[in-house]
């Protein structure tokens, strides 16, 4: 098969069935049947979801759609809680993981847990115990009390897209697509318009791109309800079925926004300060982002000034395409574009100074690991990489134990015994943090072909190696290239000869091992934590800072639209003074305090902990571990477990897309090249002739 390069997912899926009449007669079968959707083709997802989805199917709570979380409200402390591999679809945010059978004495430690903020998409080809608390775009759309759909992309299949809604009322959603194909001769801009036009319910909205080597990145859906509802999602996939099968993408969701009274509406001042985080300023910073496309989107933005953004708990990290001076930029009020703007987020982030538990001596320092789909050409030197990094590494500066990060003095009773020991890390007060360690994970050719759609995923995965500019990129983008499958075996002849000792699966028995660096004489290789999506090749991207080497705590992650490239995070500041970004690009920057509560602990009291295999963490996590998904266990039930160690307050978890830990690339691999040749065969016995 011979793919032309194209960067940024510039791979349209060719594959695309035939067009259906819509039967709004269709018969509904069960909610389980329903499920089943997540084994069907791509072709079967256009043409026929036999689910119980229409207006016969219950509505409330939707099937398989779960309450988002929010900022845990201040509570007496509660027991560690287990629960099942389904939430609750609508619990208060204060007793979403609560037993009856919870003790009521305040002077108990006990711990909350709290669902992920971002939710991997279901993997089409994978097994259902790989597909826990995962969510399919039919999920997130076919809901029938959608009543419009607003859809920021790049690539766009129509059809697809339609399929997605409930099909008693799928010509009724009103759905606006904004894409960024604004040549009239550009022939995915003809094709976007002739699938249209089967859709009388269906507008086009075309993006302002004032530079060719931009693109409209974004990817986002806003949706408004029949039940005076609405909800930002924001994720990582292109509107074509390839990315909604076998490849890995994440989803953030807001949780249900409604109205405010008309009241609110008038009384809001638009020049207030708002925090970080929260969620007027993401309502802030989304507004603005709007406001860039001009009058194109004054019909979305008269409607959602009118809901109440305030339960939502995540940063809003936006890029346009802009000319925008960093010594004119308004901080207090608003988040810039691009890098700057991912400055401004993360210098108001604590961190978290570690040391080594098990001999007392200092961590190895944090992690900050960028893991994209495409990596641009950012120059013959380092220097683009460099400012970014140090963007990345931005924070704010780490309090001491006695006095949290977000208030001065406390006189909480909880606060006045001596602060608990934690097998997660102990505070460094009087030093300063380590410079962190950076990793970028980066598929190779071995990872691509094995993958679950072999050499067909490499169509979306790019970077390039042709040229003398392009080779000294990789020297020194080398020394933190890592595997996204750490299984991978180079078919290079020096790695071929010498294979690397490959992680051994986790045990419960090795997980304390596992995270204090110290692997029992019976366990000669370190140990993974499978996020059990090695197989499907990543379309994601995320940038996460791990606070310590040993990877089990997480000081903030991303997920954005954005690949490592300038064109999407903006050039490094000009002689004019001016940082130029060419690209639309959306994403969301979660960490710990977020859902704190406003309680007295500060860092302490809550942290951030990566989770594999399902949304909620568990025991086993605590200790680095992957636990697994339980089976047998009634999918509403939770669970009270005693404890006799001490842990944080709350404990929420973030869903892992790749494994830990990371293996860096052999000394002569390479990233995957979509304009490289590669004669081994696929899975299916095919070539890429790149």
């Known amino acids: 098969m011979q793919t032309p390069a194209m960067d940024d997912d510039r791979l349209r899926d060719t594959s695309v069935p035939k067009r259906r009449k819509l039967n709004i007669d269709a018969e509904t079968t069960t909610s389980k049947q329903a499920r089943a959707v997540a084994h069907k083709t791509e072709k079967e997802l256009v043409e026929g979801r036999n689910g119980a989805r229409g207006l016969d199917r219950p509505i409330s709570p939707p099937l398989t759609r779960r309450h988002r979380s929010t900022t845990p409200a201040a509570s007496t402390p509660i027991p560690l809680v287990h629960s099942s591999t389904r939430k609750p679809d609508n619990p208060p945010a204060e007793q979403s993981n609560l037993s009856p059978d919870s003790p009521k004495d305040g002077n108990a430690r006990s711990t909350r847990f709290i669902w992920s903020p971002v939710q991997l998409t279901r993997i089409r080809d994978l097994p259902e115990s790989d597909n826990v608390d995962t969510v399919g775009l039919e999920d997130i759309l076919g809901d029938p009390m959608i009543k419009e759909c607003w859809n920021f992309n790049f690539l766009f299949d129509v059809e697809f897209l339609m399929g997605m809604f409930d099909e008693d009322v799928r010509a009724l959603v009103g759905v606006k697509i904004v894409h960024g194909f604004w040549r009239k001769d550009d022939g995915r801009r003809v094709g976007l318009m002739e699938a249209a036009q089967h859709y009388p319910n269906v507008s086009l909205i075309s993006a302002y791109m004032p ?102 708990r995540a940063a809003f990290i936006g890029s346009t395409p802009s000319r925008q001076k960093p010594s004119s930029v308004n901080s207090a009020l608003q988040t810039s574009w691009g890098w700057l703007g991912l400055k401004e987020v993360l210098s108001g982030i604590p961190i978290t100074p570690t040391i080594s538990p098990e001999d007392n001596q200092e961590d190895d320092g944090p992690n900050i690991v960028m893991q994209v789909s495409s990596v641009a050409t950012l120059g013959q030197t380092s220097a683009w990489l460099d400012h970014f990094q140090s963007v990345l590494n931005q924070h704010k500066k780490p309090l001491p134990p006695s006095t949290p990060s977000n208030i001065t003095t406390s006189t909480h009773p909880s606060r006045q015994a001596q602060t608990p020991s934690s097998p997660f890390f102990t505070t460094l007060s009087q030093k300063n943090p380590k410079a962190p360690k950076f990793s970028l994970i980066f598929p190779t050719a071995s990872e691509i072909r094995t993958s679950l759609n072999g050499y067909r995923s490499g169509g979306s995965i790019h970077t390039k190696l042709q040229s003398a500019a392009q080779q000294k990129q990789l020297e020194y983008l080398r020394p933190i290239l890592c595997h996204w499958d750490p299984r991978a075996i180079s078919t290079s002849s020096s790695t071929a000869a010498n294979p690397p000792r490959l992680p051994i699966e986790l045990s419960t028995e090795n997980a304390l091992a596992a995270l204090f660096h110290a692997p029992p004489p019976s366990m000669s290789r370190p140990v993974v934590r499978q996020a059990r999506r090695r197989s499907a090749a990543p379309h994601i991207k995320t940038y996460i800072r791990f606070a310590s080497s040993t990877q089990t705590c997480i000081d903030w992650a991303m997920v954005t639209s954005a690949n490592l490239s300038k064109q999407a995070w903006g050039e490094v500041e000009s002689q004019k003074g001016e940082v130029w970004i060419q690209s639309w690009e959306v994403g969301v920057v979660v960490w710990p305090d977020l859902f704190d509560g406003g309680g007295e602990g500060g860092g302490r009291d809550v942290v951030m902990i990566p989770v594999f295999g399902r949304d909620m963490p568990g025991e086993l996590d605590l200790l680095g571990g992957d636990e697994g998904v339980q089976e047998g266990v009634d999918m509403d039930r939770t669970t009270v477990v005693e404890k006799g160690g001490n842990y944080p307050k709350t404990i929420v978890g973030f869903r892992m897309p790749y494994d830990l830990p990371l293996r860096p690339y052999g000394q002569d691999e390479v990233p995957w090249c979509a304009t490289d040749a590669h004669s081994i065969p696929d899975r299916y016995g095919g070539i890429w002739r790149g």
Do not use: C
């Open 211 to 312: 530079d060719p080597f931009g693109t409209h990145h974004s990817k986002m859906m806003i949706l408004f309800r029949h039940d005076d509802l609405a909800q930002v999602i924001i994720h990582t996939a292109n509107m074509i079925p390839k990315d909604w099968g076998n490849m890995t993408q994440a989803v953030w969701q807001s949780p249900l926004l409604p109205l405010l009274s008309s009241s609110d509406v008038i009384d809001r001042a638009t020049d207030q300060p708002h925090p970080i985080g929260s969620g007027e300023r993401f309502e802030v910073d989304l507004m603005r982002y709007i406001d860039a496309y001009g009058n194109r989107l004054r019909e979305l933005k008269t409607q959602l000034v009118r809901y109440d953004f305030s339960t939502i």
